[in-house]
């Protein structure tokens, strides 16, 4: 059926004021909705997202109220926002499609106050929100509830409201209303992911101010515990580099230089432990932004720096570059402010010989105290002596990968909800 123009702008509307009341209504999830295309898909039973659009059926529009229609569009951005899309593995399709709607039925669930006349659909009846062991889904990741549930090949459809739907029983959609047919087209889409966890961060930003000026919480409940997770760095920052520095770099500038490097240019500044000095260590961060490095990881690497400079109190400065096959000039920064100005560049092949010869070719006025190189590992390692007698910590997002000289720290990405 080939839709009018009238009724593609009625429906165009619909979508529109939706995502008005939203913003009014459920500020975070309409902040969000803003980066989000709508399109009109009679190839689509209900909703689906491709993590760029919301699809609907025209069908299933026409007979959805304006609160169904919010609650449809905030489900459909909630699977974007949790990166669902790309956390199946080797799971079994259908149960983990389940699990997630399980998860983000409850979140929204949650959101209106446990009233569950904001999850109903008059055609579908009470969305599944509880996981299997009858607690609600939204204290639990999209995995631990798909852990929970037994195995079946075609799906399991509970009673309403119980973790499972009193829709649809065909299985086309796996027991439940929503479509998750187009969630290959974002699986594999790294730049997609990084670009929604910088919305996600700049609307958690966005909210939290408008909490302070109103005095009262407006931030959902699981997007306070990722940001939190987002912002805390994982390592302790203090130890790690006091001990760095005291182990490492005061080595170097206390005792008689080492005649490997007897002919090097740079002259390593001499310094003690941070927790007891007030001149500022200038410290090179560099972040490797190969195709192997993902989205999570660099959440976390981000995580990391700005964690270092806020227990550092001030005395932490220096550079931030990004480096794959080449090196992006690193650039200055003082504070965590001019952290976040700096937008990571890469994509290409991981190489940690060129950090070093970019060091010694451009930074020999200037050198840095040492040298932090933040990465998953996955590249040759060069010799020690490329490090031109600057200290050098290993900051690795692999448990698997040791580097073969060097201080060696780990982290984790940033976690799912």
């Not at 983990?96 to 209106?112: K, M, P, T």
């Not at 399991?156 to 047919?181: C, M, V």
Request: with cysteine; glycine share 8%.
């Amino acid at each position: 059926m080939e839709l009018s123009e009238q009724q593609v702008r009625n429906y165009t509307r619909r979508l529109l004021l939706s995502r008005m009341r939203l913003l009014n209504s459920h500020g975070f999830y309409g902040l969000l909705l803003m980066h989000m295309s709508f399109a009109l898909d009679e190839n689509v039973e209900t909703a689906a997202t491709d993590g760029k659009r919301i699809l609907f059926g025209p069908e299933f529009l026409e007979n959805l109220s304006d609160p169904e229609l919010d609650f449809v569009m905030m489900h459909e951005l909630l699977h974007v926002v949790l990166r669902h899309c790309s956390r199946e593995g080797q799971r079994e399709h259908t149960q983990f499609n389940i699990a997630c709607d399980i998860v983000v039925n409850s979140n929204i669930l949650l959101e209106n106050g446990m009233d569950l006349q904001s999850i109903t659909l008059r055609k579908w009846g009470v969305s599944m929100h509880l996981a299997p062991n009858g607690k609600e889904g939204h204290g639990y990741t999209a995995e631990e509830v798909y852990d929970m549930r037994p195995s079946s090949p075609s799906g399991i459809i509970g009673r309403p409201g119980a973790g499972g739907s009193s829709g649809s029983t065909d299985g086309k959609n796996g027991g439940h209303w929503d479509d998750h047919s187009h969630w290959s087209d974002c699986d594999s889409d790294e730049h997609l992911k990084e670009t929604w966890i910088k919305r996600f961060s700049d609307a958690c930003e966005a909210i939290s101010i408008r909490e302070k000026i109103l005095g009262r919480d407006m931030l959902p409940r699981f997007a306070k515990r990722m940001w939190e997770k987002l912002q805390k760095p994982q390592v302790d920052w203090r130890t790690v580099l006091n001990e760095f520095v005291q182990q490492e770099v005061n080595d170097y500038s206390f005792s008689p230089p080492d005649r490997r490097f007897s002919e090097s240019p740079f002259f390593l500044p001499d310094f003690n432990a941070l927790g007891d000095s007030d001149t500022p260590v200038n410290i090179l961060f560099m972040m490797d932004t190969s195709a192997s490095v993902t989205d999570k990881e660099l959440a976390a690497a981000y995580s990391e720096i700005k964690g270092a400079i806020e227990q550092f109190g001030g005395k932490l400065m220096g550079w931030l570059g990004f480096f794959d096959a080449g090196v992006v000039e690193p650039c200055p920064f003082e504070d965590v402010d001019d952290v976040l100005q700096i937008k990571p560049v890469g994509g290409g092949g991981t190489d940690f010989h060129i950090v070093f010869a970019y060091v010694r070719d451009h930074m020999q006025d200037e050198p840095p105290a040492c040298i932090i190189m933040m990465t998953d590992g996955c590249a040759p390692f060069p010799k020690e002596e490329a490090a031109c007698g600057i200290p050098v910590l290993w900051l690795l997002t692999s448990e698997n990968i040791t580097p073969p000289w060097g201080k060696i720290a780990r982290i984790s990405p940033v976690s799912e909800t």
